[in-house]
C-alpha cells in the first residue's frame, strides 16, 4: 500500500516486465547461436563448391530421405523469422521512444563515457538495420529455399546484386550478436566468478575477438561467393551439381 493525494493505493506487483525480459534474452540467445551456425555453414564455401553443395543437399534432408525437400529451408527460415520478430517487437520497448529521448541518451552517453553505455546504443542502431536488412535476406531464403547452392547463391550475391545488402547485413548481424551475447553474459551474471569486474574485462576482450573473427570469417566467405558469381556471369540460372549424387539419386527412384 502506498499513499496518494491523502488516500491509501493498493500497489499490485506484476511479472509481466520480468518475463518479457527473459523471452528478450532467450530468442537473443537463440537468434545469436543460429548466426554462428549459419555463418559455418555458408564459410564452407571457402572449402570448395562441392563441400558447400554438401552442406546444401544436407540442409535439404538428401541424405536423411534420400531425396532433396527444400522446403525444409523454407520452414526453418519461417522458424528464425517467427523468433526475429518477437525478439525485435520486445526489443523495441526499451528503444528511445521519440527525438527527445534520444537527445537525452545521447546527452548521457557523452557524460558518462561508459564504454557498456556505448556498445548499448550501437546494439540499438544494428538491431534497427538488422530489422529490414534481415527480412529481405529471410524473405529471400523462405521464398527461394531451392535456389541455395555454389552457383546459385553466387549468382544471387554478384548478378542480382545483393552483395551490398550482404555487407552490411553482415557488420549489422556480427556487432548486433556478440555486443547481445557480452550483455546477455553481464545480465545474467553467467561468468561472474569470484571477481565479476575482472571477469567482464574478460568477456568485454572475448567480445571483441568473436566479432573479429566472424566477421573475417563472414567477408572471406562473400568474397568468394562474389569471384564465383564473376565466373560464373555468362552461366546465370546454371545449377551446380554432383555426378555422383545424381547417380545415388537414380538409384533410389
Do not use: C
Not at 541424405?63 to 520452414?75: A, N, Q, T
Not at 538488422?130 to 523462405?142: C, E, K, P, R
Amino acid at each position: 500500500m502506498i499513499q496518494q493525494a491523502g488516500r491509501a493505493v493498493q500497489v499490485m506487483k506484476s511479472r509481466k516486465y520480468a518475463k518479457l525480459d527473459f523471452v528478450q534474452s532467450a530468442s537473443g540467445l537463440v537468434l545469436a547461436l543460429f548466426m554462428w551456425a549459419h555463418m559455418l555453414l555458408v564459410s564452407s564455401i571457402l572449402l570448395g563448391k562441392e563441400a558447400m553443395f554438401y552442406v546444401t543437399k544436407f540442409l535439404e534432408g538428401k541424405f536423411f530421405f534420400g531425396e532433396s525437400y527444400p522446403i525444409l529451408v523454407s520452414m526453418a527460415g519461417i522458424g528464425i523469422f517467427f523468433i526475429f520478430i518477437v525478439h525485435a517487437a520486445i526489443a523495441a520497448r526499451k528503444f528511445p521512444n521519440n527525438w527527445e529521448q534520444f537527445k537525452e541518451y545521447r546527452a548521457h552517453m557523452k557524460m558518462m563515457k561508459h564504454s557498456d553505455t556505448s556498445l548499448w546504443f550501437w546494439q540499438i542502431f544494428t538491431g534497427f538495420a538488422m530489422f529490414f536488412l534481415g527480412s529481405i535476406h529471410l524473405y529471400v531464403i523462405i521464398t527461394h529455399p531451392a535456389e541455395i547452392g555454389p552457383y546459385a547463391s553466387s549468382d544471387r550475391v554478384w548478378s542480382e546484386y545483393m552483395w551490398p545488402l550482404y555487407i552490411l547485413l553482415l557488420l549489422a548481424v556480427e556487432f548486433h550478436g556478440s555486443i547481445g551475447l557480452y550483455r546477455l553474459a553481464i545480465k545474467w551474471g553467467w561468468f561472474d566468478g569470484k571477481n565479476p569486474r575482472a571477469s567482464r574485462k574478460k568477456l568485454k576482450k572475448a567480445k571483441w575477438i568473436v566479432t573479429i573473427v566472424f566477421l573475417t570469417l563472414g567477408l572471406l566467405s562473400l568474397s568468394a561467393y562474389i569471384k564465383i558469381g564473376i565466373a560464373h556471369e555468362d552461366k546465370v540460372g546454371e545449377r551446380y551439381e554432383i555426378s555422383s549424387l545424381l547417380e545415388t539419386t537414380r538409384d533410389n527412384t
